[in-house]
């Protein structure tokens, strides 16, 4: 034997699908995947959904979830098979020489329990150490881990964190029981950009401290290179490519990693601001409730075919400004200016042209639709509703617009559910586009997305643009695609609008310190940005 | 649609209600005798000449419990018809609307389900005349308190979609909210609950008619029945457990089918199984 720590060898996995209309059968998620890793490294598991990255981390627990089965091939932890050992010994492996961190920790903690039972209780149950003992730990890796108050933080509940910190407490339960792998399962992909970097940042430093080995899964090239020493690209289920981080990044062999490299390159000319905007925002304050107030004075403009993005935090009151321009959410102060002429703050009272010349598209598509209704029917709706089309000219329209979102007929009497995201996301732009709008508020609609599907989006979009001569209000938290479509930009921060202008305006020197927070917090996809990083901010991010 | 694909349990149940289904269209061409003619003596045992024996006054049992289940599944069946339409309108339509309407409604439905169902169906049936019409309109409206209620708890779920939000911007009407974006995504609980509260409006009105307000005779019905048996159960006569049993059966099978339509409704296909 050597001395790998986890072992993987031919790993198959499979599963049993049920697809409506069609008779139960198995399909195959990971196929012939084997890896090595040693005491005190890090491997990074890197792909897009539907890569089996999660399935083959959750295997080094012996575990499948959901009906998953592990099928075939052998998973050595500390020398011994464990896919060969019985529920017993399972339990002893299972928090104790593995320990598991989850993507979204707010659903992952028990609300009624505080924080401190709730970390200590698999170094408890495994019977590690005393109560008194776990708890010191526990503080001590609180304190390392960067959380503010580590002596009292524990006593909390889960609500009374933000999410970020929550993430670190559940590093810190995986630490715990001073286990020998953890496998962290995309640990930072439902943070916002400037409170990633401070998770990413504490759980490398937990790991450099403890000398703890990990498995760390992503869809995020630029994130693993930070954390990692190896790194595995994997795709359908299959080893695409194998390599350190210096070469995966810089050399990278297989064209899929070089196309993973490159995404988020989608270039943009700036166009330059006209004398009269589409939308003016003035002034405007919103408050939900009346009481806490969600945007502060914020005054935008919008140019006919143009992109203002609107960048910042959770939180920000991003989404409330669409709200506000949308009708939803009348604001207390302040007007809207839509194509010359002001429009009423109610949603109700404004006419049905006013609402076909603005459009929206959601974060969620799969939400954003109803399901029990056809692609043909989603996108044909608008149609009859603002221009009375119906039967054969009705179906030429949403059939050429299924083409201009390089989709094609035949997906005219399709569900939704029979969709991928980025093709349920493409639906819901043709819906949007059927309405012949002038303007289109984007809300977050590439965030939901892999890397590469969401350059698909944003390309897509940016053609639709020339043709259709539609200006968009990008409402992001990613300033990587920010640079890649944006004409000007707004960012915000706790609703007050910090810095506003054109693209190269904004993100040319001098900063003000909080476009400088967001800026250097993008990951970027070289070795040693998260130190360069850490060593010259200027302030925190306000989720901390 | 492929039969082989039906369960069996479904299958059970198809077949149960659809037998009872029968029966209550073309009792009068199925029965062997009038519906109050009286062909034997009291309290006959089954024979030959009457399959289930006879009753209390000496009609065929046969022939009552057939007539009798034509009565008991329309007068159910359009109650319950009558509180889904009532009570999913009037539960979607203050779930999208909100405001007072919803607020008035709602307290309003309350107040009628704080009194007990039964008295409530009593005092009001002992009040306005006697016949289907009150029968079915009573029995509705209390029923559509519970049916409002289920509506507006999952109308009030799928109303913070981003689909419904998407049609409001779009600039669609109530209508069209409560009928195309609604509906369709509530069908597959307020399908279950049509079975459940089906087969609580057959016990209602058997209840009823076993205390003396729901079908007068000499019509017959299963609650009705029972109560004119009754009296033989004490010397061993069993005239009252067959409409008692019908009831148990009615209800089992109507809900194996009811079961198997959510499972169907619930598919990913939106429904098309």
Known sequence: ????????????????????????????????????????????????????????????????????????????????????????????????????????????????????????????????????????????????????????????????????????????????????????????????????????????????????????????????????????????????????????????????????????????????????????????????????????????????????????????????????????????????????????????????????????????????????????????????????????????????????????????????????????????????????????????????????????ILKLLLDLQKIENVAYLFITHDLATVKSISDSIAVMYLGELVRYGTKSEVLSPPFDDYTDLLLSSVPEMKLGWLEEVLADRKMESAGN | MNFKRIPLSALVGIIATGGFLFVAVFAPALAPYGMAEIVGDVWEPASDEFLLGTDNVGRDLLTRMMYGARITIFIAGAATIFSFVMGSVLGFTAAVTGGWFDMVLSRFVDLLMSIPTLIFALVVLSVLPGNLVTLIVVMGVLDSTRVYRLSRAVAVDINVMDYVEAARLRGEGTRWIVFREILPNALSPLVAEFGLRFIFAVLFLSSLSFLGLGIQPPEADWGGMVKENKEGIIFGIPAALIPAFAIAVLAISVNLVADWILNRTSDLKGGRG
């Open chain 1, 1 to 456: 034997m050597s001395d790998n720590l986890l072992e993987i060898k031919n790993l198959k996995i499979g599963a049993t699908v049920y697809p409506p209309g069609e008779k139960p059968h198995d399909i195959t998620i990971v196929h012939d995947v084997s890896l090595d890793l040693k005491k005190g490294q890090v491997m990074g598991l890197i792909g897009e959904s539907g890569a089996g990255k999660s399935t083959i981390g959750l295997s080094s627990m012996s575990y499948g979830r959901g009906g998953v089965e592990i099928t075939g091939g052998e998973v050595f932890v500390n020398g011994r098979d464990i896919l060969k050992i019985q529920a017993h010994g399972l339990r002893e492996l299972r928090g104790r020489e593995v320990t598991y961190v989850s993507q979204s920790a707010a659903a992952s903690f028990n609300p009624a329990m505080r924080l401190m039972d709730q970390v200590i209780e698999t170094t408890l149950l495994h019977g590690l150490s005393t109560k008194t003992q776990a708890e010191e730990r526990a503080i001590e890796l609180f304190r390392s881990l960067g959380l503010p108050d580590p002596e009292n933080i524990g006593n909390r509940y889960p609500h009374q964190v933000s999410g970020g910190q929550l993430q670190r407490v559940m590093t810190a339960m995986a630490l715990c029981p001073k286990p020998d792998l953890i496998v962290f399962d995309e640990p930072t992909t439902a943070l916002d950009v400037t409170t990633q970097i401070d998770v990413l940042a504490a759980i490398k430093k937990a790991i450099r401290d403890t000398g703890v080995a990990a498995l760390y899964i992503t869809h995020d090239l630029a994130v693993v290179a930070q954390v990692s020493d190896e790194i595995l690209v994997l795709r359908h289920g299959n080893m695409v490519e194998h390599g350190t981080v210096q070469q995966i990044i810089e050399e990278p062999k297989e064209e899929y990693t070089q196309e993973l490299v490159k995404a988020h390159s989608i270039t943009h000319e700036e166009k330059k601001p006209t004398d009269n905007p589409i939308l003016r925002v003035e002034n405007i304050t919103a408050s939900y409730a009346g009481t806490i107030k969600v945007l502060k004075d914020v005054s935008v403009d919008i140019h006919a075919g143009q992109t203002l993005a609107v960048v910042g935090e959770s939180g920000s009151g991003k989404s409330t400004l669409a709200r506000v321009i949308t009708g939803l959410l009348p604001p207390s102060e302040g007007r809207i200016v839509f194509d010359g002429k002001e429009l009423t703050p109610a949603l109700p009272n404004r006419s049905l042209d006013d609402l076909r010349e603005l459009q929206m598209i959601y974060q969620m598509a799969d939400v954003a639709m109803n399901p029990r209704q056809t692609v043909g029917q989603i996108i044909g709706r608008p149609l009859e509703l603002y221009f009375g089309m119906k039967g054969a000219e009705k179906r030429k329209r949403v059939i050429e617009l299924l083409d201009e979102i390089e989709m094609g007929e035949k997906f005219i009497d399709r569900y939704p559910a029979e969709l991928s995201g980025g093709q349920k996301q493409r639906v819901c732009i043709a819906r949007s586009l059927a309405a012949k709008p002038k303007l289109i508020i984007c809300d977050e609609v590439t965030s939901a997305l892999d890397p590469l599907v969401a350059d698909g």
